[in-house]
């Protein structure tokens, strides 16, 4: 299996999660907790694969490096759906 493949599934999926859990906090559901703890987990892969991809490339700066880094360990969904088209393209 792909790093990009590996990347883009647990990045849309922990999306999706993430979604149907605001929906059920919106709605004062059951389940919200639950929800929210698996796509913080289902978020992992991604963090690290994109967190790695960065740190390997030679062409960022260190100061790119660290707002990457800030971007996924605090906004980490925003930050790999921004990163994605860029990760696809880079390891292919």
């Known amino acids: 299996m792909s790093k990009s ?3 883009s599934t647990s990045l ?3 999306l999706v999660v993430t979604i149907a859990a605001a929906i059920f906090k919106i709605q004062h559901w059951a389940g919200t907790d639950m929800l929210f703890s ?3 987990i289902l978020a992992i892969p991604f963090i690290f694969l994109g967190i790695r991809d960065v740190f390997q490339n030679h062409r960022h700066e260190s100061v790119q490096k660290l707002m990457w880094l800030v971007g996924f360990i605090f906004l980490s969904t925003i930050t790999g759906l921004i990163y994605h088209s860029n990760f696809k393209r880079n390891n292919k």
Do not use: D, G, R
């Open 12 to 14: 849309f999926v922990s």
């Open 38 to 40: 698996v796509a913080l």
């Open 5 to 7: 493949l590996v990347y």
